[in-house]
Structure formats: C-alpha cells, structure tokens
C-alpha cells in the first residue's frame, strides 16, 4: 500500500467519504486527498512554530559579480527558501570574520 494511501484511506474514512470498511476509495477522491495533504503540508512548512531546523547556507561569491539569485538552476543551486531571516558576508582571509548584512525587501 503506496504511503499517500496510508494516510489518506483513514482520513477518507474520518471525513465520512468512505462508509464503512473495506469499501475502496475513488481515484479522484485520492486525488483530491493528496492536494489537500500536500497544500497542508505546504502550510506547515510557512509557521515558525512548526519548522524543525534553520539551516545556514555558504555559498562563494565572485569579486565581479553584482547579485546572485538562489533556488534550482540558480547561481545558488539549492532549494528555495521559504525566509531568509538574516544574512553575514564571511571573510575567511585570517580567520573568520561575520559581516552582518541588511535585509532589504521588494
């Protein structure tokens, strides 16, 4: 049994769709399940409450270049982050220095 139908069965059934057990699920019903759990999940990954670990990325930087974009097939190629909450230039030249950086919005 396929994990999106280890969760969803019994959520079928909790929600009334499915009477009874034993009884099988439509694919559109399964469809439909998987769009709700997926934009819940989607949900949960946007609370600060419910997000497990804060990563802190490195990525080199180029003398030459102005800005740098981040996400798949980016000059950062790494997941998109959902918030960046604060940003250090770090020199490394004789130790290692933070040089805190301001967050600017649109």
């Known amino acids: 049994m396929p994990i999106d139908r280890d969760i969803l069965y019994p959520a079928l059934r909790l929600a009334g769709i499915l009477t009874g057990a034993g009884h099988t699920e439509a694919p559109e019903d399964l469809t439909d399940?998987?769009?709700?759990l997926n934009g819940l999940?989607?949900?949960?990954?946007?609370?600060?409450?419910?997000?497990?670990?804060?990563r802190a990325?490195?990525?080199p930087v180029t003398p030459s270049q102005a800005s740098y974009t981040i996400g798949p097939g980016s000059d950062f190629d790494a997941p998109r982050p959902t918030r960046i909450t604060a940003a250090n230039f770090?020199?490394?030249?004789?130790?290692?220095?933070?040089?805190?950086l301001h967050m600017l919005s649109v």
Do not use: F, M, N
């Open 57 to 59: 990325d490195r990525y």
């Open 33 to 36: 399940g998987l769009i709700a």
């Open 90 to 100: 770090v020199l490394t030249t004789g130790g290692e220095t933070h040089l805190p």
């Open 41 to 54: 999940v989607d949900s949960w990954s946007s609370q600060r409450l419910l997000v497990y670990t804060i």
